[in-house]
């Protein structure tokens, strides 16, 4: 958890490093759009249970997929459109685990991570509500 | 007992965190919501339609049913949307 920015590049060399058993690095990093309007987010957390809930789902992750490395960063704050919320990296041997343990993750910061979206347009701010997109797309690691 | 707001659960309590000595009948987090419901004002907004929050006791989720002690860290705010 930060509020400064991340650079994706340098992540993924730190998440390699001198490994020379990584096959696959697979990337996924959110944005603000700017939809409807918007002209910024701003997020908040729990400090201390939001880094927990991502540790135990990035264990799960582990226990699940032979994934070999993995890097979580999300930022907390105000962000304007085009600026870079988070970064899911996974390393793995070969890339179907790497994408589904990613996809994974995704899900899960968006579902138990106790992070929430307010957002701007113009005068004052709306808090996001739940999608049930979201929801579903957690649930599907359940039912698999 | 320490309890924390999030998000707007925060911004209609106006703070994010207040330390509670709990009465004796308040054994559960249930309990606690029908308590802090009935202080009226923000609190009655908030906790009137409990299915709208979520809550953690010592920063774990935890269903409304969890009982409670002096010495947890209990905390309330909406489905989360991060990511």
């Known amino acids: ?144 | 007992m320490t309890i924390l707001y999030f998000a707007w659960v925060r911004q209609k309590i106006g703070t994010g965190e207040e330390c509670v000595s709990l009465p004796a009948h308040v054994m559960t987090i249930a309990q606690l919501i029908e308590y802090l419901r009935a202080r009226g004002g923000g609190y009655a907004d908030v906790f009137g339609d409990p299915d709208r929050l979520r809550a953690a006791v010592n920063q774990e989720y935890a269903p409304f049913e969890t009982i409670i002690a002096d010495s947890d860290e209990i905390a309330f705010f909406p489905p989360v949307t991060g990511g």
């Open chain 1, 1 to 144: 958890m930060q509020t400064d920015d991340f650079d994706v590049s340098a992540e993924c060399d730190a998440l390699v490093g001198a490994r020379t058993d990584v096959g696959a690095v697979v990337t996924f990093t959110g944005c603000v759009r700017a939809d409807d309007g918007l002209t910024a987010l701003t997020l908040e957390h729990y400090p201390g249970m939001t880094e927990r809930e991502i540790a135990k789902h990035v264990a799960e992750a582990e226990s699940r997929w032979p994934i070999l490395a993995t890097t979580v960063i999300h930022r907390v704050g105000r962000l304007v459109p085009s600026a870079r919320i988070v970064l899911v990296a996974v390393a793995s041997a070969h890339r179907e685990a790497a994408f589904r343990a990613g996809e994974f993750l995704m899900d899960y910061l968006k579902t138990r991570a106790p992070l929430w979206k307010q957002e701007e347009r113009g005068s004052g701010g709306t808090w996001v509500e739940v999608r049930k997109s979201d929801a579903n797309a957690a649930l599907r690691w359940r039912q698999s």
